[in-house]
DNA sequence: AGTTAATCGAGACGGTACGTCAGGTCTTGGC
DNA sequence: GCCAAGACCTGACGTACCGTCTCGATTAACT
């Protein structure tokens, strides 16, 4: 039972509550990382201590809730180090993605996002918008590459860039292959490899 | 309202009735490819003018008939020519691949079903097996390059197997970018640069 | 077809709305009157334009809507006379008993009543005060009737009550005879001189 | 588990397997006498080890069924005694049938029969059959009574039948009030002098 | 003696109703 | 005007029975 008293957020009056929506987003994000159950409007309500209106009002659709709660979450980002060496600059890079991506709960919520994503427009322009934010940064990290000469002017750097990416959602999704240090190492050698050949 | 009659399949008795099986997996597979909306089990029960029990009878849940319609589904298959040049039978192959998923319906499938697999093992399991056929057909045209001496022996299969995969998915799913025959040359280039430096 | 465009009820937020109640409870009346089919809840639902777990909200079961349906309704009540004379006061009060009976709607509602009571309990209950409101309406007219000195103070008035309405309520559920007025007053008349003999 | 191996009825190939019939009966009426769920079809067939269609073959419904399960039990009755003095004869007769009503299962059976014969014509008619065969032999008891001049000739036998009846299957049915020795003697006293009024 | 025919237990079939769950809309009453 | 709360209608879910339809076996009755 519990009578727990409900410490809950103070009111704001006539303007939006900002803590009430930022506990809808926090809570969003948690759903969808554990493992567990559908994440249903209704729960997301109640483990936010929140009216289910108090959802509709501001987002038009549960997908457009995960979709801001994944944009907020987008800011913790990957470090890109400048060895001078691309190979070593490109596994380092892919290391650390794969990293995190061992943690079942970050896994979670990139599969479950993904998923939602094939089916809610909402989802859709934040996951593209989230992947195209990734893709730049690594497109950088060649670009550098290339301006050192270790890469033609032809490379295909679109192409790499899918390349890496695309193993990275590949495994994850369909989990036939792990993402660990060796896959970074022999994945950077490849795309060093596929990127001096000049393609285009 | 069209009073058509009815003329049903015929009943098999206390056999299980065949027909009405590839009928719920053919509309099944009807329904995912038609962008429309939801595929409920009513809509396949109604669609293929079968009672619900019928369905329950035989799959556990709605991705297990998803999964077996899909699974019946693969054996439509990619050719695989032997030019005796491995960056051509490559270029071949995506390029063939990439054709069938310029139809929005097949795209439509190919993102429901890795959506579903998501969250339900049973199309999880299925799309492995799905995507582990497809997989070897493509690693076995890479196996002929390499016994033909044009990837070296230590080149990571694998890897350039799923850098493939991996960037037809990743532009599926995301839809940053097309899989027209430019793409498919340059991946096929790629490729074979990438397998050439024998990483691993 | 008939596109009615749905006059429907008001809302009425979040409190409970009456008038979705008393739709409830008039159509289940009213499919209980009329001699058709089972009365389902969907029927029910759909006849008073309300959602099914609206219904399963506020009622636990079938019987109990049907059990409240019953009680408001029992207020259309008989009216006593008081002539001054046991016999008469019976006979009016039987033969008004049994005009009603004689409409079909209200037979298949007793009998229906009758026959859900037998399964569930809300409806027995409410049954149960339903034919104890009619049973103390008939043993005060025979109280009358003992205290003008027509019946001695040892006659059985318990019994003599479920004399009468074991006779109505035999008759409607059998229907093997008729509850018309030579049946009132020979019931009446029997009443009268069994009372007389001052049992118990 | 309890592999029990199946003693199972011999068969009797073309002919009617009557042990299959009497299981069917038997079983319903128990099912009706257990307090418990609800009398499906398939529950019958289940506990008579019997498949669904040999019910259907030979009944055609559940009320079918239930109505001559009952007729076959009606056998059972209640043994007329003849003392010489109608009220002790009455007296003994109403103690008699209300005895058996002393058990649950037997009143369970009853009044899920009386339920049944509300909606099922089948059962209806049984159920009318079964009553009548009750009431002619109290009118017997009353007749004997009339002709030794203990009533007189204009006495209104089948409403006093009724009325003995009525309180029984009204007391069974709304279980107001307990159909005990002392309930009988009242009722057989009340009858007879209802009687002797001579009413019709 | 071999064939035919009807019954039996079994169980799949297309349906309908059940009771539950979630979605998205609306209103109340407090701040 | 925002908020928590919660009732409302809708519609999908998975289950239980219904009444119908084979099936393969068993046996009786008719060739």
């Not at 936010?48 to 959802?55: D, F």
Request: aromatic letters at 4%; glycine letters at 8%; a positive charge.
């Amino acid at each position: 039972m519990s009578e727990e008293g409900r410490p809950r957020r103070p009111h704001t009056g006539r303007r939006r509550n900002d803590a009430a929506r930022q506990a809808v987003l926090d809570v969003t994000l948690d759903l969808m990382r554990s493992g567990n159950a559908d994440v249903t409007i209704d729960a997301i309500a109640r483990a936010a201590g929140v009216g289910r209106q108090t959802i509709y009002r501001w987002w038009p659709s549960k997908g457009a809730v995960a979709a801001e709660a994944l944009a907020s979450h987008a800011r913790a980002t990957v470090p890109v180090s400048d060895t001078g060496s691309l190979t070593a600059d490109l596994t380092a890079f892919l290391a650390a993605s794969f990293v995190s991506l061992r943690d079942d709960r970050t896994r979670s919520l990139l599969r479950r996002m993904m998923a939602a994503a094939q089916a809610d427009e909402h989802v859709a322009a934040t996951l593209a918008d989230f992947t195209a934010a990734r893709r730049a940064t690594l497109r950088e990290l060649l670009s550098r590459g290339q301006a050192r000469g270790e890469l033609p002017g032809g490379a295909d750097l679109e192409m790499l860039t899918d390349m890496a990416y695309g193993v990275l959602w590949y495994r994850v999704l369909v989990g036939h292959a792990p993402l660990d240090d060796q896959a970074a190492k022999s994945l950077a050698t490849c795309l060093v490899a596929a990127g001096a050949a000049g393609a285009r």
